[in-house]
């Protein structure tokens, strides 16, 4: 199984008249098999080749989720191409040129929806020859030619000259590039992953050494298919085990698609749903909130359900583990009364989620385990293809990511690149089958990041006793004190918007300061509640000292005396804290696609106000700068 071609037909071998794509076609879901989808990307390969597409070509790929996303992709590989996949959230002109220009891609793939951006761009990149639509709806410019007609085309060379097909898929290669994966965009020029079919393959290979997945499991890929996790781990390692992946209905816009998402995941009944701790984080909130709506029995009920369980539970290593008859018998009565009700929200057959894209709260892991749908976490990045560990069915422990695949080399090294023993915290580095090839076009980036064979991941972990990797967070996003100790945030920025109502988005500060600081996107919401029930408003000098005390409390549960003390170091903990009145999202580029915060964004819009809390004025909760931004609240009536 060295190339995506070899992957594939292996598949087709074992699985032929086993389903492999869904689509919702007008009122239910659809299947085409292993067999049906290996024909469509025979043809479209061959009408790549019959209108002009050499090997080594590039080509982008700008659509939601869909079948035709997979055979795109699968065509232009057995054609001998590489697939440039772009995020569908890409809004920004600039971003997306760029990453067409720099990949030299000579057409394009794009939906309809995606198409207006498209069109914005002809003439301004010279390498472009033609636009691909997926769709035959709608008007046709010169630039442009159908799906259908590249199909049409496809269909005539496959029966007059099969051999042309035959040859190209014989010239594929192992070490030929399959992607060119941009990453999230989280500085001016993002860098190209080349992934190879071999990248791909050995990933596959090594994820199948930690979790199995039945042939007739199926997932709804509710991930950007363009994201390296959702595709490995949906597109491929599915295609390996003889599995079936279906993508989300459309919508006519971003969120009518993700209304979509429930009632698809009540249609198809996934077994395995694959998420990012954001929507993972989504699904909690509207579980709790249908159990509030249910009344204040009903939640004292689910409330205690989960205390039970999460005795039982522990962290999932040790479950069972000690004297408890009791709770495994109360923690059965609470899974027939109201865990299984909640599990019949997400189609009834799910067995578990796969985790990845960002470190999962443990709190997050244990609410899920305790539903019974755990949400195993892996750890993986874009440049390793991704998938490095994960936690599985067999093997797991709640906050950790999991044991390592196998047939890689992990090693967790200091500063000065000295590998250090179980326990000690350094950068997890790797080497394997599965490490890209490099960076399109960067040679100095390539060589900062592959030294001798290993990928330096920037991320900083360590093993445990168990096997089991914790990873810590990105190096680039510790906090670092005046006296040059390092600390991660990401678990105090977490254990505040998961535990608060009444904070929405933080991010810790802290480049060799006398103390660290936050800036904290309030949730309005509740605070203007509280303010209201004291006759109060959010234009009034005492309503907003009351709306920025209500937030500093929340801080100081996590202080000496406070109900979570000892949760986090005190050292670590805001001594400044600065009120935002707009939120970090991938609109303003404050977060990336995956939902994560792009700190030095951040760090760079909000530098005067960083600057302005290490002033006595700003270490007052009750300063000017914070008045205004309550003041800017409005209460939706």
């Not at 892996?378 to 991704?386: D, K, V």
């Not at 990041?449 to 445990?464: A, F, I, K, Q």
Request: charged residues 25%.
């Amino acid at each position: 199984m060295k190339t995506i071609i070899h992957l594939f037909d292996e598949a087709v071998s074992k699985y032929s008249t086993s389903p492999y794509l869904w689509e919702k076609v007008q009122d239910k879901y659809v299947s085409s098999t292993y067999q049906e989808v290996q024909l469509e990307v025979k043809q479209f390969a061959a009408g790549l080749i019959a209108f002009g597409l050499n090997k080594g070509d590039r080509i982008a790929l700008m659509s939601e989720g869909r079948n035709a996303w997979v055979i795109s992709e699968l065509g232009m590989l057995y054609a001998g191409a590489t697939n440039v996949p772009l995020s569908v959230k890409l809004e920004e002109l600039t971003e997306i040129r760029f990453r067409i220009e720099h990949s030299e891609a000579r057409y394009i793939i794009a939906s309809r929806i995606q198409l207006k951006k498209i069109r914005q761009l002809y003439g301004q990149i010279p390498s472009v020859e033609k636009v691909i639509l997926l769709d035959d709806e709608g008007d046709k410019g010169d630039m442009e030619v159908l799906y259908s007609e590249i199909m049409e085309m496809g269909k005539k060379l496959m029966q007059e000259n099969p051999e042309m097909l035959k040859s190209r898929i014989a010239q594929v290669q192992p070490g030929d590039y399959a992607n060119i994966s941009y990453t999230s965009g989280t500085t001016a020029d993002p860098k190209g992953i080349i992934l190879t079919h071999r990248n791909y393959t050995a990933n596959v290979e090594q994820a199948c050494t930690l979790m199995t997945i039945e042939s007739y499991y199926r997932t709804l890929l509710i991930l950007p298919w363009d994201h390296s996790f959702g595709h490995t781990a949906g597109i491929y390692a599915f295609m390996a085990f003889g599995a079936s992946l279906a993508s989300v209905q459309i919508g006519k816009t971003p969120m009518e698609t993700l209304k979509n998402i429930p009632v698809n995941i009540k249609e198809l009944k996934p077994h395995v749903l694959m998420s990012v701790p954001a929507l993972a984080k989504t699904f909690r909130k509207n579980i709790e909130k249908g159990i509030r709506d249910k009344g204040p029995k009903v939640e004292k009920l689910f409330n205690k359900a989960l205390k039970v369980a999460y005795a039982y539970n522990r962290d999932g290593w040790s479950k069972g583990k000690g004297f408890q008859v009791w709770n495994y018998i109360m923690y059965k009565i609470y899974d027939k009364l109201i865990f299984s009700k909640i599990r019949a929200n997400f189609g009834g057959e799910l067995v578990f989620f796969i985790g990845g894209g960002a470190m999962l709260d443990i709190e997050l892991q244990r609410f899920f385990y305790a539903l019974g749908i755990p949400m195993f976490q892996g750890y993986g990045l874009s440049e390793a293809a991704p998938i490095i560990s994960a936690n599985s069915i067999e093997n797991h422990k709640l906050g950790t990511s999991g044991h390592l695949v196998k047939f890689l080399d992990l090693e967790i090294r200091d500063e000065k690149g000295q590998v250090l023993p179980v326990g000690e915290k350094g950068e997890i580095v790797v080497r394997g089958e599965n490490v890209m090839k490099g960076y399109w076009k960067n040679e100095k980036a390539t060589a900062e990041t592959l030294r001798d064979g290993w990928l330096y991941t920037g991320d900083m972990g360590y093993m445990d006793s168990d096997g089991f990797l914790y990873v810590l967070g990105r190096f680039k996003s510790l906090l670092i004190s005046n006296d040059g100790e390092k600390y991660s945030p990401e678990g105090i920025e977490e254990a505040l918007v998961e535990k608060s109502r009444y904070i929405d988005q933080c991010m810790l500060y802290n480049n060799q300061n006398a103390y660290t600081t936050a800036l904290i996107v309030p949730n309005q919401g509740p605070i203007l509640f509280d303010l209201r029930a004291k006759g109060l408003s959010p234009d009034s000098d005492e309503g907003q000292c009351l709306a920025l005390k209500i937030i500093q409390r929340e801080l100081d549960h996590y202080k000496p005396g406070g109900k979570f003390e000892g949760h986090f170091p005190a050292r670590w903990l805001p001594s400044a804290i600065a009120i935002l009145d707009e939120p970090f999202t991938e609109q303003n580029h404050m977060l990336n696609t995956t939902l994560k915060m792009v700190r030095g964004k951040i760090t760079e819009k909000y530098a005067n106000l960083i600057d302005f809390l290490y002033t006595p004025e700003g270490k007052e909760i009750c300063n000017a700068k914070n008045k205004e931004a309550i003041s800017t609240f409005k209460w939706d009536s």
